[in-house]
């Protein structure tokens, strides 16, 4: 994970919350342009596969555990994931429409993942000793996320390392690597991300 975290020369950025609502804003934008194409095939399969809605929508919890509405491609039916659900999830291409609640300031293009009370309450993150995780807002991508972690102390984990480590230049290559699991799937980019963390 280190060739991830290295510091540059823009790490002096961590601290300069208008760099990064900048950096947020600017990538939410070319980010809609760049994915207005896809979005629309991935409409047009959902409408043709089983109707509306397209969207799905969801209570979330946001920095200074805040609630708000997150938006997704919808890629389930009642408790059954659809064909297209299973293509947008692999490559994580159902939460394109959370550009948006970047630019409504909800959410980061990084930070930690964006949690349901339930989850926050399943996990335990209530306690003071997460309140870290709550300083920051939580992104369409981040190092967990890229990373899959599972498991509930490896998240915690990543967060902690993200929000203290956090600079323009660790987002710019958490988005870039971000992109490559949009392109080549999930499975495939943490296979390399495993085989470069391994030792020797």
């Given at each position: 994970m280190h060739f991830i975290l290295k510091r540059s020369?823009?790490?002096s950025a961590a601290g300069d919350p208008r760099s990064k609502r900048l950096f947020d804003i600017v990538g939410a934008i070319g980010g809609l342009a760049a994915f207005a194409p896809v979005m629309a095939v991935i409409a047009v399969a959902?409408?043709?596969?089983?109707?509306?809605?397209?969207?799905?929508?969801?209570?979330?919890?946001?920095?200074?555990?805040?609630a708000f509405t997150i938006v997704k491609f919808r890629s389930m039916r009642g408790?059954?994931?659809t064909r297209v659900?299973?293509?947008?999830?692999?490559?994580?291409?159902?939460?394109?429409?959370?550009?948006?609640?970047?630019?409504?300031?909800?959410?980061s293009a990084v930070g930690p993942r964006p949690?349901?009370?339930?989850?926050?309450?399943?996990?335990?993150w209530s306690a003071p000793r997460f309140d870290f995780r709550w300083?920051?807002?939580?992104?369409l991508t981040g190092l967990a996320q890229v990373?899959?972690?599972e498991a509930g102390g490896l998240s915690a984990s990543l967060d902690r390392c993200y929000v203290a480590r956090r600079s323009l230049w660790l987002d710019v290559r958490l988005v870039a690597l971000?992109?490559?699991?949009?392109?080549?799937?999930?499975?495939r980019i943490r296979q390399i991300l495993t085989r470069r963390l391994e030792p020797g």
């Amino acid at each position: 994970m280190h060739f991830i975290l290295k510091r540059s020369r823009w790490q002096s950025a961590a601290g300069d919350p208008r760099s990064k609502r900048l950096f947020d804003i600017v990538g939410a934008i070319g980010g809609l342009a760049a994915f207005a194409p896809v979005m629309a095939v991935i409409a047009v399969a959902i409408l043709s596969e089983d109707g509306r809605p397209i969207l799905f929508h969801q209570e979330r919890l946001g920095r200074a555990r805040r609630a708000f509405t997150i938006v997704k491609f919808r890629s389930m039916r009642g408790q059954r994931v659809t064909r297209v659900g299973r293509i947008l999830r692999a490559t994580g291409l159902d939460e394109l429409p959370q550009f948006l609640n970047i630019l409504r300031g909800d959410m980061s293009a990084v930070g930690p993942r964006p949690l349901t009370v339930a989850d926050v309450r399943r996990l335990g993150w209530s306690a003071p000793r997460f309140d870290f995780r709550w300083r920051v807002r939580p992104g369409l991508t981040g190092l967990a996320q890229v990373m899959g972690a599972e498991a509930g102390g490896l998240s915690a984990s990543l967060d902690r390392c993200y929000v203290a480590r956090r600079s323009l230049w660790l987002d710019v290559r958490l988005v870039a690597l971000s992109f490559a699991i949009n392109a080549l799937g999930k499975r495939r980019i943490r296979q390399i991300l495993t085989r470069r963390l391994e030792p020797g």
